[in-house]
Structures are given as structure tokens and as C-alpha cells.
């Protein structure tokens, strides 16, 4: 089955969308708009909202980006798991999925954390694993310098293996509450893990009860050689990046292709790439949309944007000369830079195609039409092994996820790639994925 999560920032994923009529009237700090739009998403059986995250205020550099707010950028806005812990309340399937960064944060935190998130949302926690991508942040975590790749995702594995390990603390019937006998909990069900490694030292166990779902889901979003690499490891969703269905399929193939080495066999892990929508009920509607909202962007701020995505500074370059390429790989995120750099050259792009081709999607893949070429596409993607399902960026939120609800997951339904109602309680049971085994119950 086709797996679809939605990004659910609430400014929606274009440059524009907050500024469209049919977006939200206000989002900063709204519990509302996020509660408004896991519900709408829930009604039409999505999968999972995600919510990506960082902890720097970024593009203080760039007064005409910062004053627009990007929708990646986030100077306002809730921690996500608390966020999550709110929304999963006034939810009852949609899964909720996170980020935290293994860079600035301690393992028995991300541990804890999500197996409250776990417990609270009954099953439907996951855990997007970042190396934060934005150097900036450093300065917030008494670190003058972002670590450098190799570091940052060393220390994310050691992290990832400690987090999974404090998970299974506990075996799933320690808790005995027995009021007859007196025992609360089992001794016997519990142990440390007594991890001692180049990054941290943890003894454990974690104060949390083994979650409902065993373990919350793992995602991941890096492209670098590294984060495939993890990915690959122990990652059981993974964001992609990819700008066309030939890049999808070739990313796709390799990353499964190095799981089996793990043990691991491909179904284990779920790749996604982020993709825009613009659905109408007719072609001239979407057409009508995405026209209305690229009007909403100058071509200062673009080019601005533009900058910021490719990670150099593209301000002053002749807007109908080719797209520049880069002149080194930056610290941090490079994958999605990358990506729009490759689709210039291939496409022999000046810099306003390029980002007249970027902002509809912020970077990553757009779609584009009336219910039927949407799901077309979808459905190429994922019979072609280019994906196992999407990630996917809604421009005008509400309107476009609604759009979306109402539009094309019938059409998917009708298809037969979408079930027509959530498989399980849990985000495991809907993503297709095994619940991983108890160790106490195992041995
Ligand atoms: C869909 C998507 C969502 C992402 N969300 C975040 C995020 O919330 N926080 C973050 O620091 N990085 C985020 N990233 C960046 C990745 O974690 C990663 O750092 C980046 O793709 C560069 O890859 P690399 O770290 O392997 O070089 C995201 C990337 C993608 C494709």
C-alpha cells in the first residue's frame, strides 16, 4: 500500500501560501490551525502529519527572507513533540511524527520524550532523526561551530542505538500492579543498558513503560553518502529529496540495495519523497492556483530564497543568465541544494527558471492538475520503485490539504492504492511496518 504523510507546517510549502486567501488568517503559535489540519488529514486516512524542526532563528542575514518567513525557516513556532502531545488528543489515528536532533540533544531525552509521545498518542509516535542542517544552531548549544558530517553522524548512530536500546528497558508486562501482592512492577522485567561509547555514556533503564508500538517509528531524511548509509541501517522512513522519477528511482534502488548487509530486508524501510500538490478540480483550477501564488513572490525575495536552498548567494547574478553552480559543499544541508543545482544543469536553466521551478515546491517535486493526473503520477512513481509513498507539501493550507482529501485520495482509493480506512491503531500498523520484538519475550 501506497504510505502518504503530509508536512504540516501551517504557512502550507510555498513562499506565497501564507499570503493566499484561502490559507489560515494567523498560524504563529496556533494550536488550532495544527489541530484543524490533522483532523482534515485524518478524515481522508493520511498516514502521518510531520512536522520538521530546528532550534536557530535563521535568515537574520536576509531582511527581505526573514520578513517573508519561509515556510522551512520557523521563527515562531511550538516544540514538536509537545505540540504533538496536544494534537494527539483531538486525533485518533493520524501518526505523529516529529524531529529531533541527535547533533544538540541527548539520547535518554529523545528516548524519553518519544515514548511519552508513544503512550499518549496510543501508538502513533515517530521520530524524524536530523543532524540539524542549519549551522547556526550551534551557537544556541554553547558550540561556536556546527560539528562537521562525519562526526554528526557518528554520533547519530551511536545515539540511535542508544535511544532503541533505553526503549527496551522494560519488557511489555513489568508493570504488574498487583494489589493483592503488593508488587508494582516486576524486577526481573527491567534492565540497564550500561552503554559506555565515544559520544555518551548512558546507564539507563528509561523512566518510561515500554511504548505501544515497542518502539516509536524511525524516520530520516539525510542524502549525503552518511544519511543513506543510516538510512539504511535503521531508519524505517525516509524523506527524499529527488527532483525527478529517474533520480527517485536510482536513490530508491540504492539505498534498499545496502539494507541487507544490516539484516535488514527493504520492506523495513519506507522512502518518501517530498512532493507538491496542486490539485484542482479541473486542470484550469490548479493551473489558476499555482499562477496566483507565484505572483505572491518578487523576484528579490526568489532569488533570496534561491540563495538560501543552494547554500551560496546567487543575489546580483543575471536572473536570465544560467543558474550558477556551487562553489564548495557547505557544512550543513546540501542534499536539496544539490538536487535543484543537478536539475539546472540538466535542463540548462537561467536563474529565474530555476527558481520559478523551485518555489512551487520549495525544493523538492511538484505535481500539478485535476485529480486524475495527480494520482497518475503517484501511481507511476510508486509501481516504477521510485517510492513506497510520498511525503507530501501542501501549498495553501487548509485549502490545499482539503483540496487533497476530497479529490485525490478517492481516486487513489478507487485504484486500490490507499485502503479506505486506517489499517490498525498504531503508525507500524499503517505504514506496513513489523512491530519490533519484546527482547524479554524473545530470550
Ligand atoms: C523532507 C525533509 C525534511 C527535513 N527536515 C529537517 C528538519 O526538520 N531539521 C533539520 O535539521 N534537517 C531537516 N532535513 C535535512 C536533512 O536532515 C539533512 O540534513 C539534509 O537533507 C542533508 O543531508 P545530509 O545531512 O545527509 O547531508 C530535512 C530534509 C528533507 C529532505
Not at 527532483?243 to 527517485?248: F, G, L, P, T
Not at 493550507?397 to 486500490?416: N, T
Amino acid at each position: 500500500m501506497m504510505v502518504l504523510g503530509f508536512t504540516g507546517g501551517a504557512l502550507g510549502g510555498h513562499l506565497g501560501g501564507w499570503r493566499h486567501r484561502d490559507s489560515f488568517p494567523t498560524t504563529t503559535m496556533q494550536l488550532q490551525c495544527m489541530i484543524e489540519m490533522a483532523q482534515i488529514a485524518e478524515r481522508g486516512g493520511i498516514d502521518m502529519m510531520f512536522l520538521a524542526d530546528g532550534n536557530g532563528v535563521r535568515q537574520m542575514d536576509r531582511p527581505e527572507l526573514f520578513a517573508a518567513n519561509s515556510p522551512s525557516d520557523r521563527p515562531a513556532v511550538f516544540e514538536p513533540v509537545t505540540l504533538f502531545a496536544a494534537v494527539a488528543q483531538h486525533t485518533k489515528n493520524i501518526g505523529l511524527v516529529a524531529t529531533t536532533t541527535t547533533t544538540y540533544e541527548e539520547p535518554f531525552s529523545i528516548a524519553r520524550k518519544f515514548a511519552s509521545l508513544d503512550h499518549l498518542s496510543a501508538g502513533r509516535a515517530g521520530w524524524n532523526l536530523v543532524t540539524t542542517q542549519y549551522v547556526e544552531d550551534s551557537k544556541n548549544f554553547g558550540r561556536d561551530e556546527h560539528m562537521g558530517r562525519v562526526d554528526r553522524y557518528e554520533r547519530a548512530q551511536e545515539s540511535l542505538d542508544v535511544v532503541r536500546a533505553l526503549w527496551d528497558s522494560w519488557a511489555t508486562d513489568a508493570f504488574l500492579q498487583d494489589k493483592s501482592t503488593g508488587r508494582y512492577l516486576d524486577p526481573s522485567r527491567v534492565r540497564t543498558i550500561d552503554h559506555r561509547g565515544t559520544h555518551f555514556s548512558v546507564k539507563g533503564p528509561l523512566n518510561v513503560a515500554r511504548t505501544p508500538q515497542g518502539q516509536p517509528v524511525v524516520f530520516m531524511a539525510g542524502q549525503s553518502e552518511a544519511g543513506k548509509e543510516l538510512a539504511a541501517y535503521g531508519g524505517e522512513g525516509l524523506f527524499g529529496t529527488a527532483s525527478s522519477k529517474a533520480q527517485a528511482q536510482a536513490e530508491y534502488a540504492d539505498i534498499k540495495g545496502r539494507m541487507p548487509k544490516y539484516g535488514r530486508p527493504p520492506a523495513a524501510l519506507k522512502i518518501l519523497p517530498a512532493l507538491s500538490v496542486f490539485v484542482g478540480r479541473t486542470e484550469a483550477e490548479a493551473d489558476a492556483l499555482f499562477g496566483e501564488l507565484q505572483r505572491l513572490i518578487s523576484p528579490t525575495l526568489a532569488v533570496n530564497y534561491l540563495s538560501k536552498l543552494v547554500g551560496f548567494d546567487v543575489t546580483g547574478a543575471d536572473l536570465e543568465g544560467p543558474m550558477p553552480q556551487s562553489p564548495g559543499e557547505s557544512v550543513g544541508g546540501t542534499a536539496i541544494g544539490r538536487s535543484v543545482l543537478d536539475m539546472a544543469t540538466r535542463e540548462g536553466l537561467s536563474v529565474r527558471r530555476t527558481y520559478e521551478r523551485v518555489l512551487p515546491s520549495m525544493g523538492g517535486n511538484t505535481v500539478k492538475g485535476d485529480p486524475v493526473q495527480v494520482a497518475d503520477m503517484m501511481e507511476d512513481w510508486y509501481a516504477s520503485k521510485a517510492c513506497d509513498g510520498f511525503m507530501l507539501s501542501m501549498p495553501v493550507q487548509p485549502r490545499s490539504l482539503r483540496d487533497f482529501v476530497e479529490l485525490v485520495v478517492p481516486e487513489l482509493r478507487r485504484r486500490g492504492l490507499r485502503p479506505p480506512e486506517y489499517l490498525g491503531p498504531t503508525l507500524r500498523d499503517n505504514m506496513g511496518l513489523a512491530p519490533p520484538t519484546d527482547p524479554f519475550l524473545a530470550s
